[in-house]
Structure formats: structure tokens, C-alpha cells
């Protein structure tokens, strides 16, 4: 069946579109790389280092936290408490979609905390966007699993 004039000229229209706005190719494996550059600037001890993976205009709800962080400095605060104990995350199940210029990596980790031997597991979901340069979080949950206290 011949194609439509209108069905070329809306092919041609969306790929001009899409040529033209702020989206990057990415794949699973590259989205799942950014868990583990947040969890190497937990290693580094420096809440500024972790904050560096934030948007400037993003959430954390954390999860030894009530209060949510949106600003550079709060969740600096937060990291600068949360740190205290030695944390390194592991993913235990994830699932990762991704939609243009966003990707959403969501799942079960495990934290286990040097200082204390203590491990805490707990769900999370990252939202990642494409700024134009690199995938920053935009935003941040990670809560307690039920029972686990």
C-alpha cells in the first residue's frame, strides 16, 4: 500500500522534531551505570561529591529522613549525616524504563554500613534526565522496606 502524502509529511515532521529537541540515545546498561557513580561518591566520604549527581532543581526523600531535601545544601545536610556511617548501596532488583531525555531506574538495594555492620534494606526509585551533557537526578526516594526495623 503507497504511503499517504500526509503519512510522509507527519514521518517527516516527527523526525524533524525529534532532531531537534534534547534527546539522547541511552541504553539499560548505561542507566544502570549511574546507580554505581552515586554509590562511588558515597565511597568518597563528601556529601558534595554525592550532591553532584543532583539537578539543581530536584527532590531526595530520604530514607533516614522525614524532611525532604530540594536544594543543593539540603541534601548536602543530609549526606553529611548519612555518610557518618561508612553506607555502600547494592542493587537487589531493579527495573529500568527510559523515555527520551528521562529514565527511571527503580528497585530494591541494600545498604550496609561500615562503621556499624548494620545493613538496611530498602526500595528506591532515581528519575534521571538528560541535560544536555550528562544524567542527573531529578529525583530521589528510597524508603525503608515494611519490617525491616
Request: glycine share 6%; aromatic share 10%.
Amino acid at each position: 500500500m503507497a504511503e499517504s502524502c500526509l503519512a510522509r509529511q507527519v514521518r517527516h515532521d516527527r523526525k524533524l522534531i525529534l532532531e531537534n529537541i534534547n534527546v539522547k540515545s541511552t541504553s539499560e546498561n548505561e542507566i544502570a551505570a549511574l546507580f554505581d557513580r552515586w554509590n562511588g561518591s558515597l565511597q568518597t566520604g563528601d556529601p558534595l561529591e554525592v550532591v553532584a549527581n543532583y539537578a539543581k532543581r530536584s527532590i531526595l526523600l530520604p530514607t533516614v529522613s522525614n524532611i525532604p531535601r530540594l536544594t543543593p545544601d539540603e541534601k548536602a545536610d543530609y549526606f553529611q549525616h548519612f555518610l557518618e556511617n561508612g553506607p555502600s548501596g547494592k542493587i537487589d532488583l531493579r527495573q529500568i524504563s527510559i523515555s527520551g531525555d528521562m529514565a527511571v531506574d527503580s528497585g530494591l538495594y541494600t545498604f550496609t554500613f561500615a562503621k556499624t555492620g548494620q545493613t538496611v534494606s530498602t526500595r528506591y526509585s532515581f528519575v534521571y534526565q538528560w541535560d544536555g551533557s550528562q544524567w542527573l537526578i531529578v529525583s530521589h526516594h528510597s524508603s525503608a522496606m515494611p519490617g525491616s526495623d
